[in-house]
């Protein structure tokens, strides 16, 4: 359940964020603090979490302290659904 | 803060960590920090007005409490000691004089019976604003917005000498001499951002249920008065409830800490500000290359000030068992400037990402998918940057250098997007290489924008510009 | 496995302190002197026109210490080896040679070096060893430093007020260089108390690192705004208005205590000037008494000026120039070379721009006449 849910966030991040539809992201690779997803796409991120899988993240929700990693992110999503 | 008051403050704090503990904790830490209130609040010269300041910032924290507090938080009975305390606090220093105490580091109080009536109406608002279940929502923003404006009017310098020029009318004092530096309210930037936060997580439903002592201790945290960090109410009131123990750990990181930021602060910040750029020697200086150094020692002493302060801040907390957020984490080593911003003063652009770029974005985004990525990147950019600079002041050098950041962080946007795919593949020495010239140019990038930050005018910070380039 | 080793707090605490007090012995024991000679100016910024002073350092970029070492390590004149085709003039005095409220190039040594003089087939160069306090012992001891940079002529200005007894120990820079005065006050068998109270002594306590703290932030201090002055070439504040120089004066005739009819020449410190001739060696020495302000103001038949009564002016001049006949000295009075108001700016002493032109060029004619070595 948890790597379909890392999956589909892995490859939406890849494809749509970075560009680069080839790349794999590990699932606890920083994705904030590292700079790899900026403030504007982590809007876009939390669009496609709320379309995808029903779970709202709220504006004050997007930053590192509260996920920082895909697990922590699908974590948040799992604790939700 | 002079290293005498901080020096107190970190006795206080270390006796807090050790003494308060179990039931008298949050008492504790409440009556310090109402007292440090006061302590901290330099003198005015409007008569009373710095004790009337310290005053309405306790009660905007009562009211405030009032306002988002949900009604199973609102029990007389959980509540009173911490009202009590507030009162006392109030009313003891307010009666100094008649006690015959002439208390040192507090302003000189109003008459006692003006302050027992402002009491009163704080404490028959905020029974009102318990009352008004119904109409909660429009108070919560009636309360957004007079925060907002009291703000715009402590920030926007013709404002404030028209209010000092009122205040001083009202005192019998001559409204002649009145000028914007009449009113400096101590730590109300980081206290309004505070109660806004909670008013704006109320409004969303997201606002944990806390006690008036735990609201009041948030909004006024002692360590946190003067230079933030902002943190949320969340995060701190589970370090309240949970206190970090005061073990050799503790003693060792607080240590630290308050060490580090005390180097930080009267070491290397004040020594270099001796030769920081300023309004006067920008106008003296003769080269292009001392101009650079003077430019260097602002950008840097700036930093070592505020992340100075921040290391003391969460020292300070540490000996008393809360862990303050981060507000620095080596801004001038990024090798961008979407990342420079990610890591300085951190508390302060987290609020703003929370309370204005995420919404914006989201509604712009969500609403109507044909407007381009690029327009609601600069719209958010725009807003965010403007706003950070305006909170350190409404003028137009902070309006200038909110935009200079804006429009970095959106070429540099657009030049990530477009380089991403194709650097991608780049790596070891290169990677390295290129991130290290990406320092190099954020840091000038940002240095250069304190150009705008430093100086009062935007003529004069346009010829320092011309004396960078040579051509002054 | 290893376990990270255990730190424990007070330990960390005795250490630290442990390592402060021995740090503290040490500076006790082996005192820090000649750390002030380290110093920025001369190479990475240019070495400074006139001595540090400055009582507002926010605004002046200079401030007052009394580190010796470290004031002259921050003078141009410590700048390298005195070049062969150089004829190197000092300048002693007091605040009227430093220069208060002029700009370097407006004091006399800037007029002096602005008359491009050539002596002896060799460039003059003029230097302001001036120091903004009256004192004729603060003359000798700068005088005394300031002969290891191998002067060709000596000029020394002065006045009445740097001539009573009260005055001589208890200026700052004297004051705090106890030491090198009490060695001066042997050397020259100068007619003053080695243990004068006004000369601070040294103790253990302030010989420790804590006891220097002042000290050492003032090193450190005149290191940071030598930035500033290489930046901006300004070394004081320049306020926009100042109070202007006193014509009217009070029917005093007091001077340091002692009243009319006379004054003797033991109630002036003479030794300290014949010190200074001594210490200057064979460089040859042209004594100048000052040009001051002549008031025709209110009590101006009793006075002169702010400082000074006629009698006691008077009597000094009269026995300044008994005492440089009897002892050989080459010396230039010019006391009303410059009378009217016009020609000061704060003080009775302090010449504007224009009259320092002026004074520089009468004193041209005296230093063309100084012997070649």
């Known amino acids: ?81 | 803060m002079t290293l005498t008051s901080i020096l107190i403050l970190a006795g206080l704090a270390a006796g807090l960590g050790i003494l308060a503990r179990g039931r008298w904790r949050l008492p504790l830490l409440l009556s310090v920090s109402a007292l440090t209130v006061y302590a901290l609040q330099p003198a005015l010269p409007i008569r009373f007005l710095d004790f009337w300041l310290p005053t309405v910032t306790l009660g905007l924290v009562v009211l405030g409490w009032a306002l988002t507090a949900p009604p199973e938080q609102r029990a007389w009975r959980a509540n009173w000691p911490a009202a009590a305390i507030l009162a006392g606090v109030v009313l003891l220093l307010g009666s100094s004089r008649l006690l015959g105490l002439d208390l040192p580091a507090v302003g000189r109080p109003p008459r006692p019976d003006s302050l027992l009536l402002f009491a009163a109406a704080v404490a028959g608002l905020a029974f009102f604003f318990s009352r008004s279940v119904r109409r909660s929502r429009l108070w919560l923003a009636l309360g957004v917005i007079f925060l907002l404006t009291l703000f715009v009017f402590l920030k926007y310098p013709p404002l404030t000498a028209a209010l000092s020029a009122w205040l001083r009318l009202w005192n019998g004092q001559s409204p002649a001499l009145a000028s914007a530096l009449d009113i400096r309210w101590l730590g109300f930037s980081y206290l309004a951002f505070r109660l806004l936060h909670t008013f704006r997580d109320r409004q969303s439903g997201r606002l944990p249920p806390v006690s008036l002592a735990e609201y009041a201790v948030y909004a006024v945290f002692f360590p946190a008065l003067t230079a933030g960090p902002i943190d949320r109410l969340e995060r701190f009131v589970a370090d309240l409830h949970r206190p970090r123990p005061l073990d050799s750990q503790g003693w060792l990181e607080a240590g630290k800490r308050l060490t580090l930021g005390l180097f930080k602060k009267f070491v290397l910040a004040d020594t270099l500000a001796l030769i920081a750029l300023g309004p006067v020697n920008a106008l003296q200086v003769h080269s292009p290359g001392w101009t650079w150094v003077l430019l260097y020692a602002y950008s840097l002493q700036l930093y070592f000030d505020f992340a100075g302060y921040t290391d003391m801040a969460i020292g300070l907390g540490r000996l008393m068992g809360i862990q303050l957020p981060e507000n620095f984490n080596a801004p001038y080593l990024k090798p961008n400037l979407t990342q420079f911003w990610n890591n300085w003063h951190m508390t302060l652009t987290q609020w703003i990402r929370a309370y204005v770029f995420n919404p914006l974005t989201r509604a712009l985004r969500a609403s109507n998918r044909s407007i381009p990525a690029a327009i609601i990147i600069l719209a958010g950019q725009l807003s965010t940057m403007l706003l950070i600079g305006l909170w350190h002041g409404i003028t137009w050098n902070f309006a200038l250098w909110g935009l200079w950041h804006a429009l970095g962080l959106f070429v540099h946007n657009r030049w990530s997007e477009w380089t991403r795919p194709r650097l991608a593949a780049l790596s070891g020495v290169r990677r390295r290489l290129l991130d290290l010239g990406g320092v190099v140019l954020t840091f000038h990038y940002v240095t250069l924008g304190w150009v705008w930050f430093a100086l009062p005018d935007p003529l004069t910070s346009w010829q320092v510009f011309l004396k960078l380039m040579g051509a002054g | 496995m290893d376990r990270p080793p255990v730190i424990r707090p007070l330990a960390v605490l005795w250490k630290g302190l442990l390592l402060f007090l021995i740090l503290n012995l040490l500076t006790a024991a082996f005192p820090l002197d000649g750390l002030g000679r380290v110093s920025l100016y001369n190479r990475v910024f240019p070495g400074r026109e006139r001595l540090p002073f400055g009582e507002n350092p926010a605004q002046s970029y200079n401030l007052s210490l009394f580190d010796l070492d470290a004031m002259f390590a921050s003078h141009v004149i410590a700048g390298g080896e005195k070049p062969a085709e150089e004829y190197r003039i000092i300048l002693i005095g007091d605040s009227s040679v430093w220069g208060t409220l002029l700009r370097p190039e407006e004091t006399l040594a800037g007029r002096l070096n602005a008359a491009h003089l050539t002596l002896c087939g060799r460039e003059a160069r003029v230097y302001n060893l001036g120091y903004p306090s009256l004192s004729l012992t603060k003359d000798l001891l700068l005088l005394d430093y300031a002969m290891r940079y191998d002067p060709d002529l000596v000029l020394w200005l002065t006045t009445l007020e740097a001539f009573p007894l009260d005055v001589q120990l208890t200026a700052p820079i004297v004051a705090h260089n106890a030491p090198r005065a009490q060695a001066l006050i042997a050397r020259y068998r100068l007619p003053f108390d080695p243990a004068d109270p006004a000369l601070a002594r040294s103790t253990f306590w302030n010989r420790t690192l804590v006891g220097q703290r002042r000290a050492l932030a003032d090193l450190l201090r005149l290191q940071m705004y030598g930035v500033l002055w290489a930046a901006t070439g300004i070394d004081q504040a320049y306020p926009p208005d100042y109070p202007a120089l006193q014509v009217d004066l009070e029917a005093d005739l007091s001077f340091h205590g002692l009243q009319p009819p006379a004054l003797r020449e033991t109630d002036l410190a003479f030794e300290v000037l014949d010190a200074g001739f001594r210490a200057a060696g064979e460089t040859p020495v042209l004594l100048v008494n000052e040009p001051m302000f002549l008031s025709r103001g209110e009590n101006s038949d009793l006075r002169y000026n702010f400082f000074y009564p006629r009698w006691a002016y008077d009597d000094y001049r009269r026995l300044l120039g008994e005492r440089a006949e009897r002892s050989g000295w080459n010396y230039l009075d010019l006391w009303n070379l410059l009378p009217d108001s016009v020609h000061y700016t704060n003080s009775a002493i302090h010449l504007t721009p224009q009259a320092e032109a002026v004074l520089a060029e009468r004193l041209v004619e005296a230093i063309l006449q100084s012997p070649c070595p």
């Open chain 1, 1 to 81: 359940m948890s790597d379909e849910v890392i999956t589909k966030l892995a490859e939406y991040i890849a494809a749509e964020i970075l560009k680069q539809p080839g790349r794999v992201l590990d699932p606890d690779e920083s994705l904030l603090t590292s700079g790899l997803i900026d403030s504007f796409h982590l809007v876009d991120l939390a669009l496609f979490v709320e379309d995808n899988f029903g779970v709202h993240l709220d504006d004050a929700e997007l930053n590192a302290s509260v996920f920082d990693s895909l697990n922590q992110l699908a974590d948040l999503i799992r604790s939700r659904q």
